[in-house]
């Protein structure tokens, strides 16, 4: 008893050391009222390191940034245990906790192979629900991490997490515009470990995650006009998939991947197309005068929602495909401007951009239920766009402006929760959430 | 004679202060104001001595190519918000614009339509695609061959001017006539 006392003292001085790695910029910006309390021992070093990944701070930046969490100070844990043996129920609900997760790690000598072992508890019902041992290299502590809070999440919401997921956008840099350069860029998607895929001088727009996970459809201007293309975001391997006259913008690929929707010029005015990727055919979808431009698939890969300002202002249409391509459906009549649409996985709530009235300029990120037409408005900033859904549905992200620079904000669908990416250099936007990535 | 003098007076004059206006507002415009010299009096603030200058300078220019000279100097011409027909201000220069074309064949032009950050990206686009394509069928009208002629957008991609409200967004929509 006296040396298990021992052990919790140190445990607690060991926490107050660790808490100075606690920082990555993530900042949450809006949370939820009654969040879920969570409890996030430090991992304990059995053997190896020291780590330059702290495990147990990224699955508590996490839970806490998607907002429905709230995680313990580690100051105010009475213990440190790391396996099962050492969990004292007791000591959690004392500390009004619902949720435990404790872990350690193992590094063979002169190895670069890690072993995380965590186990997941419910304080009130005292039981285990989740426990395994993950095997990486040291370098995969992040993704480890990110792994766990998947579990977390998924077993106290009933959600898949996303923190696995990644997120692609667009990066401009410069002073004027002869000096701009343009990025494609990829990171975690907490903004976490940046990486370029592609710099240009001239600019780079409307990055589209394909299906699977392993290639990106954008548009470039780096020969002056503005061609699409498709990139193996792993290798790097790039190619030339238009070269119509005119625009040549906004790739989304279809629910299987077999094709890129896109918008084409090359007839006199924007209309929307699809082009199959295995035969090269190309289909047009919509004959206006008007602009049409920025479709998106519906959940059932049949029919295409797209803006069209054919009324005189944006509007959002859909459209089946293979109908007569004048068999347009209107589906919001009450804003001044709506674009950008795309449907959530349910088919019924249409993710948007929506300018109110003519009176008041400011674009923000708004649902419509078409069925009871219902809008629930997610934003309060002035240029919100380019929503962008995670892959398991719960939340947004989309560029806004922050002091006068483009910055990428993520807000939950009911709108209770919002937090904001770790700014780099320049203007980001554009962000494009990947799906489910194995 | 006298009359149309006046006229040429008050054109020059005209167009003197749209250059100094310019000037003041604008910072990224500076390349071409310094490109063309002291020949047409630009640079002068005084119209008579610009007159005067213009005409000892280049004896045999009638004043209907000083006024064409001056026309084509401007490249840059802005649009109001929502809106993708040119000022109708501006249709005398893009008919002088126009008739340099067609009188001169092998030249060819690119135009490039360019809209402010409020509205989505892609819609952007679409919109200076349109504005860039009212002055191309203006000089198509006007006797212009298609095919001298490269359209394109950058939509907001490329502002003039960074930053929100009306000051830069007024300089970012725009089309700007690029000699290729």
């Known amino acids: ?438 | 004679m006298g009359n149309q003098r006046n006229q040429f007076f008050k054109v020059s004059l005209l167009v003197i202060s749209l250059f100094a206006l310019g000037a003041c507002s604008s910072t990224s415009e500076t390349e071409e104001e310094s490109s063309p010299g002291s020949e047409s009096g630009a640079t002068s603030s005084n119209s008579g001595s610009a007159s005067s200058n213009a005409g000892s300078s280049s004896g045999q220019l009638t004043q209907e190519e000083i006024r064409a000279q001056n026309a084509l100097r401007q490249t840059v011409f802005y649009f109001d918000f929502d809106v993708a027909e040119f000022k109708p201000a501006d249709r005398e220069t893009l008919t002088y614009h126009a008739r340099d074309l067609a009188a001169n064949p092998s030249k060819r032009l690119r135009l490039e339509g360019h809209a402010d950050e409020r509205g989505t990206r892609e819609y952007n686009l679409a919109l200076g695609e349109r504005r860039a394509n009212g002055i191309l069928n203006y000089f198509i009208v006007n006797g212009v061959a298609r095919s001298q002629i490269e359209v394109v957008s950058y939509g907001e991609e490329r502002p003039q001017q960074s930053g929100q409200g009306e000051q830069a967004y007024s300089r970012n929509r725009r089309v700007e006539v690029v000699t290729q």
């Open chain 1, 1 to 438: 008893m006296k040396l298990r006392t021992f052990f919790l003292l140190s445990g607690i001085i060991f926490c107050f050391t660790l808490q100075s790695y606690a920082e990555l910029s993530i900042q949450i910006t809006q949370g939820i009222d009654n969040p879920i309390p969570v409890a996030v021992v430090p991992f304990t070093n059995e053997s190896g390191g020291p780590f330059s990944q702290d495990v147990a701070q990224i699955v508590t930046n996490d839970l806490e940034q998607v907002g429905e969490f709230i995680a313990l100070s580690r100051s105010n844990m009475l213990s440190m245990p790391s396996e099962e043996q050492e969990v004292f129920y007791r000591d959690w609900r004392l500390l009004a906790q619902d949720y435990l997760l404790i872990g350690k790690i193992n590094q063979q000598p002169g190895s670069q192979l890690v072993q995380v072992q965590y186990e997941f508890f419910d304080i009130n019902r005292e039981m285990k629900l989740a426990g395994e041992v993950l095997t990486g290299s040291v370098t995969q502590l992040r993704d480890i991490g990110h792994t766990i809070s998947n579990v977390v999440f998924e077993q106290v919401t009933g959600i898949p997490g996303a923190f696995t997921s990644q997120i692609l956008y667009i990066v401009s840099e410069g002073a004027g515009p002869a000096t701009t350069l343009f990025r494609l860029e990829k990171a975690d998607y907490d903004g976490a470990r940046p990486q370029i895929l592609l710099e240009s001088a001239e600019p780079i727009m409307s990055p589209s995650w394909s299906p699977n996970g392993q290639d990106v459809a954008y548009v470039s201007f780096e020969t002056d006009l503005p061609r699409i293309y498709i990139q193996n975001i792993a290798t790097g391997q790039r190619r030339q998939i238009t070269n119509y006259p005119n625009i040549n913008s906004s790739p989304v690929w279809s629910p299987d991947g077999s094709k890129l929707a896109m918008v084409l010029s090359k007839d006199g005015s924007p209309d929307i197309y699809v082009q199959d990727l295995n035969s090269n055919e190309l289909m047009r979808v919509t004959d206006h005068p008007a602009i049409d431009t920025e479709p998106s698939w519906t959940p059932d890969g049949r029919h295409l929602v797209f803006m069209s300002d054919r009324t005189g202002q944006p509007q959002i249409y859909q459209i089946e495909l293979g109908a007569n391509s004048y068999n347009v459906e209107r589906l919001t009549y009450d804003c001044f401007q709506c674009a950008k649409a795309r449907f959530l996985p349910d088919g019924v709530n249409l993710v948007h951009v929506r300018r109110e009235t003519r009176q008041s300029p400011t674009y923000q990120i708004s649902i419509l239920n078409i069925e009871t037409l219902r809008v629930i408005t997610l934003t309060d900033t002035a240029l919100d766009e380019s929503p962008s859904l995670a892959p398991n549905g719960s939340m947004i992200m989309y560029a806004t402006k922050f002091n006068g620079r483009g910055v990428l904000d993520a807000v939950s669908i009911d709108g209770r929760v919002k937090f904001r990416l770790p700014s780099s250099q320049g203007d980001v936007r554009e962000p494009s959430w990947s799906p489910f990535l194995n």
